[in-house]
């Protein structure tokens, strides 16, 4: 692609972020959701495969309806109330609209079924925009339309997307569709939280984001897509793949490493709230999540030669890529948890 059109593309994907972010009118909101979804999908058929035409359809199609509901609900409400404003979504119905919109929007769970099908047919660094970046402007609506819309849509959607993030990434072997049903788990755990806790809700995105990145930058950079290449790994490159293990068990949410900050803040919350019920159903939920990682985990560590290998050898290409971000969102990753006071005061 032309440098020059790239980088209007990404500067159409940031001010579309920019301006959900900056709005109060649902007009304008709605207007940065699609000029987001624009700006992304020159960059998803970029490489013209059919696999990734039919990802950019499918991911077309999903946002188109997600927007439609979302303005035919401002519509509503501004017709029954006569209020345009994102946080003064008053009508039952108007809410619960808008809320289901935002929900296909981001791929919650029982609306997810595009999200693995169009993750599978990008490549990596669309990937990793369409994981990270993609989910900022909806949940800049989410945070302020807390308070109007029904707490049991909200747990529900929550508890289903983090029960289907794990269930359905147990039987997968492709690593962008694992990731994928990642994303769904971690949305369901944001999205259990967000009307008791928002800072925790934000918290969680933004860990969120570095552990992704350092996931979807580590595949780039042993071009690595399915769990039987995961192996080849150790050959290329001993230090990344090592640091690759704790990623993924990082994303999984184990204890010493930053991924175990939200997930224990969550539940922290959960039963100060008094929803002990929930609480232990994220938290069983979390364990469906950590066996696929562990699995990943398994293949890249412990499976080292001596072995039978019957992937073909990737010829040893000097690597060109920057490593600096790599190098920064693994330690991130690996690292944050003893800041947890520190995060704390800040959030309260």
């Avoid at 308070?147 to 849509?153: C, G, S």
């Avoid at 080849?232 to 001993?238: A, G, Q, T, V």
């Amino acid at each position: 692609m032309n440098p020059y059109v790239l980088a209007m593309f990404l500067f159409s994907l940031g001010l579309g972020t920019t301006l959900t972010f900056a709005s109060s009118h649902w007009l304008l909101a709605w207007m940065g959701l699609e000029i987001n979804t624009l700006a992304i999908i020159p960059l998803m058929a970029q490489h013209h495969h059919p696999r990734a035409v039919e990802a950019t359809t499918k991911y077309f199609l999903t946002q188109a309806t997600a927007a439609a509901t979302i303005l035919f609900a401002s519509t509503t409400n501004a017709w029954l109330t006569g209020e345009w404003s994102i946080t003064h979504l008053s009508h039952p119905l108007a809410a619960t609209m808008a809320m289901m919109g935002l929900a296909l929007k981001i791929g919650l769970a029982p609306l997810h079924f595009w999200l693995p099908e169009v993750l599978q047919g990008l490549d990596l660094t669309t990937g990793l925009i369409l994981s990270t970046w993609q989910k900022l402007a909806p949940f800049a609506l989410l945070i302020q339309m807390t308070h109007t819309t029904n707490p049991y849509l909200m747990t529900a959607l929550g508890i289903s997307s983090t029960l289907i993030g794990g269930w359905g990434g147990l039987n997968q072997t492709q690593l962008r569709k694992i990731l994928a049903y990642s994303s769904i788990a971690h949305l369901g755990w944001m999205i259990i939280i967000i009307q008791f806790a928002p800072q925790l809700t934000l918290l969680t995105l933004g860990i969120y984001i570095i552990m992704t990145s350092a996931a979807f930058l580590t595949f780039k950079m042993t071009t690595t897509t399915k769990i039987n290449t995961l192996a080849l790994s150790w050959s290329k490159s001993p230090m990344l793949a090592t640091t690759t293990a704790l990623v993924l068990l990082s994303l999984g949410g184990l204890p010493p490493l930053t991924g175990f900050m939200p997930k224990w803040l969550i539940l922290q919350e959960l039963t100060k709230q008094g929803l002990p019920l929930i609480a232990t159903l994220a938290a069983l939920s979390a364990l469906l999540s950590l066996y696929f990682y562990l699995r990943l985990c398994y293949t890249m560590t412990l499976t080292i030669s001596p072995n039978t290998n019957y992937s073909s050898t990737p010829w040893r290409l000097p690597n060109t890529q920057s490593t600096l971000l790599l190098a920064t969102t693994t330690i991130a990753t690996l690292m944050l948890l003893p800041l947890t006071p520190a995060i704390l005061t800040l959030t309260h």
